[in-house]
């Protein structure tokens, strides 16, 4: 069963940076793509980035264009978020996921800006980002 363990999370002042990782436990994840999705307290589950098995990334998220980057090592099984200059707003529980359901994301694909509230199959258990002055 793939899983995964997302780290890195932390409180950090506005104008500050994280980076969060996100490893694979169970399973290769060569040729998945990863997804990174984010909860605020109160609202619904966003996506934010996407990386597919070849590298190529998608943005879900208008405010993280320019400040957010997605890389993946797969040796290491493990995806990456580099959050730079990070707002009051971006404050939420972050996850990533990858399915195995979809003929297209399962094939290595991110889905299309729009579409990225598929059914996710696999998830790891989050990791809080709280951004406060």
């Known amino acids: 069963q793939l899983t995964f363990v997302e780290s890195g999370g932390g409180l950090v002042q506005p104008g500050g940076s994280l980076r969060l990782s996100c490893a694979a436990i169970g399973w290769p994840v060569d040729d998945f793509a990863i997804g990174w999705f984010r909860q605020a307290p109160g609202k619904k589950r966003e996506g934010v980035l996407c990386?597919?098995?070849?590298?190529?990334?998608?943005n879900y998220l208008d405010s993280a264009k320019g400040r957010f980057t997605i890389s993946r090592d797969n040796a290491k099984r493990t995806v990456y978020v580099q959050m730079n200059s990070l707002k009051s707003e971006d404050t939420a529980v972050y996850f990533c996921?990858?399915?195995?359901?979809?003929?297209?994301?399962?094939?290595?694909?991110?889905?299309?800006?729009?579409?990225?509230?598929?059914?996710?199959?696999?998830w790891g258990q989050g990791t809080r980002v709280t951004v406060s002055s």
């Open positions: 996921a990858a399915d195995a359901s979809s003929p297209y994301v399962r094939a290595g694909n991110c889905p299309r800006r729009g579409e990225s509230q598929i059914d996710w199959d696999y």
């Open positions: 990386i597919s098995s070849s590298g190529g990334t998608t």
